[in-house]
């Protein structure tokens, strides 16, 4: 919880004034039950009606400072935790994009939206009933306690008993759910979890009819969240019975002795009543009490799940960035293994290749055979566990990496739109870039063809995840998007699988005309695509088992020359593309 302490540095008078005016209104309603016993006996006693009317006229003028004390507090508890929640969601955004690809996998993508909407939401919550409960319930508890005191020693000695009673009724109910509530925080994750992979691949559940599966696994988690919080219920609902029973009885023991007592001329029926208003005062104080530890206990195990996500470094930056040396390969592998966080075995072990400007660098290999680890390591989303990864002539873990990631152009294997106009999908790599230079990478990228026909062509709206769109169409505007401000490194990750022969031939020939100076790494599983490619690496289980030229590979690399039969016989013995 200290770690977001400093999120609430711009609102410390409303953390100072909020308290204050929560305790002013707490003395004046500890008042109340004092002007009761003068009114009953002064007032009552003696037919005053003057004196009842005036006291009462009191007891109204207390009320309505009491409420407005309370109404300040509440809106300057409001102002602090709503403030404080905003600038506390904001510096998690921004903290959550500078983590390295190993930060966020190392808490999952559905952990992190779950802590970073949920989770602030209950951190706001326990600020807000801070100031406004946080000191008004202890001091109702000892302010009550010690104007009974004032009012008759032996007789407060009944709140002596009952205190401690109800106490312990809310230290063991409090002992018992706690734990219960942290349990239900963390199941809400595996809820999350299940809702986002479900509505990501909502067409692959529908494809294998896997509708009811997917239901009853989502059932049964929410059910856990359920069952959880049933029990925390059951276990609560025993507390404000049992408080009141408790109180009642200590009332009961109020009546009886202060009976005896006003009997014997120790005490008047004005301070009976206002014992018994005190006592009603402390149980619930003590009840409010119970139920801000809960909020409470909720709200730190909430910061510590937000913590956990500060504590993981951003992304390492170094502070260079390298001259231009055209006698340099573009791109440099030297000896690169490299091993995700918490997995055991290397999914890339001793890769080592070039690639020179203007040249094509193809990756081919079954699925899971690092192809797509490879093509992360060179914008430095992943650092390499050994060797060495180069751009330019400069390792990436020197380089500056927002000048290295506006020198590549990626397009990611699952291909992604933002909700807006296609300007304002194209534009990412360069904001400043023309209509000119976007129709230039849209006719690159074999997409001007459907984009000059839609309405308003460039501002067109794009719906959120570009649904408005086919995935052939998705895959040329990624592609558009990358080419925009010509990089010096394409890197295409399987970018062209929803692309037909015909298509994925036009866009290599545009490719090698419009963007002559571009080094282009293809991750593909077609061969055809890699016949002009000056280097193909082929990746088996991690492993380059084979680097060269397409002739090269079809006579001396077994993994690739079988890739390339089997592909051939597919489409009927035909020649190359």
Request: with cysteine; aromatic share 8%.
């Amino acid at each position: 919880m200290k770690r977001l302490l400093i999120y609430l540095r711009n609102y410390r008078k409303e953390l100072i004034l909020g308290p204050f005016f929560k305790l002013l209104e707490a003395v004046f309603e500890l008042l109340v039950p004092i002007v009761m016993a003068k009114i009953i006996d002064k007032g009552v006693a003696n037919n005053d009606n003057g004196y009842i009317l005036r006291m009462s006229g009191l007891i109204v003028i207390l009320g309505i400072c009491g409420l407005g004390f309370a109404l300040t507090c509440q809106y300057l508890a409001a102002k602090c935790a709503y403030g404080f929640g905003t600038e506390l969601r904001e510096a998690l955004n921004k903290h959550i994009n500078s983590l390295s690809y190993t930060g966020i996998d190392r808490i999952g993508a559905a952990s992190l939206v779950n802590r970073l909407t949920n989770d602030t939401n209950t951190v706001q919550n326990g600020v807000n009933m801070f100031i406004r409960l946080a000191v008004r319930a202890p001091f109702l508890v000892i302010g009550a306690a010690a104007m009974a005191v004032m009012i008759d020693v032996r007789l407060s000695l009944v709140f002596f008993v009952v205190a401690p009673l109800i106490s312990a009724i809310i230290f063991i109910v409090m002992r018992r759910t706690i734990p219960m509530y942290r349990k239900a925080q963390q199941k809400l994750d595996r809820a999350a979890m299940l809702t986002r992979e479900d509505i990501d691949g909502a067409r692959v559940i529908r494809a294998f009819s896997r509708q009811q599966e997917e239901t009853d696994e989502f059932r049964g988690a929410v059910d856990e969240i359920a069952d959880c919080s049933i029990a925390v219920g059951r276990l609560s609902a025993i507390l404000n019975p049992a408080a009141f029973a408790v109180m009642n009885l200590g009332i009961v023991a109020i009546v009886w002795f202060g009976g005896v007592r006003i009997d014997s001329g120790a005490l008047t029926q004005g301070e009976l009543t206002a014992f018994t208003n005190y006592m009603t005062q402390i149980l619930l104080a003590l009840v409010v009490l119970a139920n801000l530890i809960v909020t409470f206990t909720k709200a730190f195990a909430a910061a510590s799940r937000v913590s956990e996500v500060f504590e993981i470094l951003p992304e390492e930056s170094g502070d260079l960035v390298p001259e231009e040396r055209p006698d340099v390969p573009v791109i440099e592998f030297r000896g690169v293994s490299f091993t995700y966080e918490g997995a055991g075995d290397s999914l890339l072990r001793n890769v080592s290749f070039s690639l020179g400007r203007g040249q094509t660098l193809g990756v081919i290999g079954g699925t899971g055979s690092g192809k797509s680890t490879l093509a992360s390591l060179i914008p430095g989303f992943y650092r390499p566990t050994e060797g060495e990864v180069l751009v330019k002539g400069l390792s990436t873990v020197e380089w500056r990496l927002n000048c290295l990631r506006r020198t590549i152009g990626y397009v990611p294997q699952k291909a992604v739109l933002f909700s807006g106009t296609v300007r304002d999908n194209l534009t990412w790599r360069k904001a400043d870039a023309t209509d000119a230079e976007l129709i230039a990478a849209l006719k690159t990228a074999q997409a001007w063809d459907f984009v000059s026909k839609l309405p308003g062509k460039l501002d067109y709206n794009v719906s959120q995840g570009g649904r408005n769109f086919s995935g052939g169409q998705r895959q040329r505007l990624c592609i558009a998007r990358a080419l925009v401000g010509k990089p010096d490194i394409l890197i295409l990750d399987d970018s062209t699988s929803a692309l037909d022969y015909a298509t994925d031939l036009a866009f290599r020939r545009a490719l090698k005309t419009d963007m002559k100076d571009t080094a282009v790494v293809m991750i593909t599983q077609r061969t055809t695509s890699l016949t002009d490619a000056a280097v193909i690496v082929v990746m088996e289980d991690g492993e380059a088992v084979g680097i060269g030229t397409h002739s090269e590979l079809v006579g001396n690399c077994n993994v690739y020359s079988e890739i390339y039969r089997s592909q051939m016989n597919e489409r009927g013995g035909s020649g190359n593309a």
